[in-house]
Every structure is written in structure tokens, then in C-alpha cells.
């Protein structure tokens, strides 16, 4: 059982989709995955690694403890001969940290932790996904139509209205809008914030952000720890212009790898396995601005908070100075 602690919103579904091919491209499990096959009734969640809630689990649904759980998962993977990738979410969906923490140290505390250093991007994506309440902001989304006057001539005009993705729990859904699965062709959605909320918002993300203190109460101790912005780095620039990019975040995953317990891993692999996955500047770095429906007011009152430069930084891409220290 292979498990990182990672926040909602955070980039946890891009590690582990990552995390599974790394290990199937280096040869450390035969069929590694993330969940689906394990006697799981709803294979969506089960898919996205999300084994710790109590929901989605089918030995917890079935009425085994979570010490039993866990035990009948590492059997079930022993039996496979692979590999459970597992995110927990300690504030928001997974079982609570008490019920599961004490029992990983028998299973060999292999456990590592990742963060996003920009809350910005989180809050961004709370937003859109509708994980936030009204207060932070909301979601609009943009649409590109066209109409015809009587003299023939087409204009094309902005449509906006609020909308929230269609989440299975209703109760995530903050305001009575129209669910969305796809925004469209013609179609964006972007995040609307209040700034006066920020600064609260910034202060619980970055506390969210480090575990290790809660978690150290369980004798879960030294996690590694990396950031989503070192991990996800190597897809947004050319490894031949900027390999020093590519080596930070070959380094960041090597981290997740041994503290997962594969010692022997090195860094040549872990470039190689980059090349092999096809991985490597394959995304294009989306402008923070371009996310926001009021960019301006944003951008204002990051001045004010003294932390404007998560805005001029494009998405996802570059490593920021440590936002959490």
C-alpha cells in the first residue's frame, strides 16, 4: 500500500495517474494501479485512489474496521503481487486520521506528502469545482454565442451565468445552478473571488498544506516531502532549454519513490521513465489572469497581502519560494 497525503484541489490525481505510470515504466510492479480493481463498488472514486473514504472502501462498507481494512488491502495487493496507490485528504472526504494513521507503521509507514505551494491555484480550483462556499466566490461561466439582427448582420456576444460541475455529493453544490460536466467548444469557466476573503482562505490552505505535526502524533514521523509544482514542472518546458527544470523534477519524484520504499531507484531511471512516458513539455502554462473573472480585483488585493507574484506567474508551471514557511 502505497499512500501520499495530499489536499483537495492540490494536483492529487495528476500524481497519482504519474505515480502509476513511473512504477509500471521502472519495472517495480507488474500491473501497478490506483484502485479499481480492489472489489470497489463505486469504480469511479476507487479509480482516483480515494481508498481511505469511507464510502467508496468495500472492506469499510462492509463492516471491518479500518485496522482490518487496511490489513485485508495489503493482503489483496500481496496476492496481486502490486500496488494500491492511496490519496489522503485529511480535511475533506477521508476517514479521519485517528481511525487509519496508527496501524501504517506496521505496514512499513510507506508514506510520503505533497503540497501545492501556490493557494491561489487551489482556491481557483475549490472554486470552480464548487468545494468552496459562496463567500469565497463562484463559478461563471463564459459562453461565445452568436445571433442574427433582421438585416442579416451576425454579431457575437458573451453569455455568463453561475455553474458548478456535477458533483455525486449534492451537498458540495453551493448555490441552485446548472450542472456541468463539460464547459464546451464556445464555452469557459472561471473563478470569481471575493477578495476580502482571501487572506482567511490563504491562512487555513497554508496550514492544511502541512501535516506533519498531526500526523506526527501517531508516530508517523520524517515524511518525505515534496511540492506538486517541483512533480508536475517537467511537462511544461523543453528538457533540451531547461533541464535544470527537468532534473528538479526528477529529483521530487525519486523523493516520492524512495519514501515509498524503492531504494534502489535512481535518477537516470526516473529521466528515462520521463522520455518512455512521453510525459516531458507536453502542456501548454495557462495565465493565472486567464482563470479569473475579476483578475483585477485579485490582483489588488494580493498586492495588499504582499504575495502578487502568485499571480503573474503562469499556472502550474515554475517552483514558487516556499508560500508555507
Known sequence: LLFYVMEGCSGSTFVLITAANLLHCLGLRPRPFVGADVRCDTATSCSMGELLKPGTNYWFKHGYSWHETLGLMHQEATRQNTSFIINVDLHSGSAPVEDWAPYIGGLGQIIVHARRQ????????????????DEVGYAVRVSKLTKSS??????????????????????????????????????????HLHPKYLPTVASNLKYNANPHAQLAKFGLVNIPSVTYEDLTAMEYVDPTKEPAIVERSA???????RGWSFDKVNLSQVHHCFQRIKILNTRWREPTAAALDNPYEVQIKLQAMGEDHLI???????????LTA
Open 118 to 133: 501556490n493557494w491561489l491555484d487551489v482556491v481557483i480550483c475549490a472554486v470552480r469545482d464548487c468545494f468552496m462556499k
Open 251 to 257: 529529483q521530487a519524484w525519486l523523493t516520492v519513490l
Open 312 to 322: 503573474r506567474h503562469g499556472r502550474w508551471h515554475r517552483p514558487l519560494p516556499d
Open 150 to 191: 433582421k438585416e442579416g448582420v451576425v454579431e457575437q456576444y458573451q453569455y455568463r451565468d453561475r455553474v458548478c460541475h456535477m458533483r455525486p455529493d449534492a451537498e458540495r453544490m453551493n448555490h441552485d445552478a446548472v450542472a456541468w460536466r463539460q464547459p464546451g467548444a464556445n464555452s469557459t469557466v472561471l473563478a
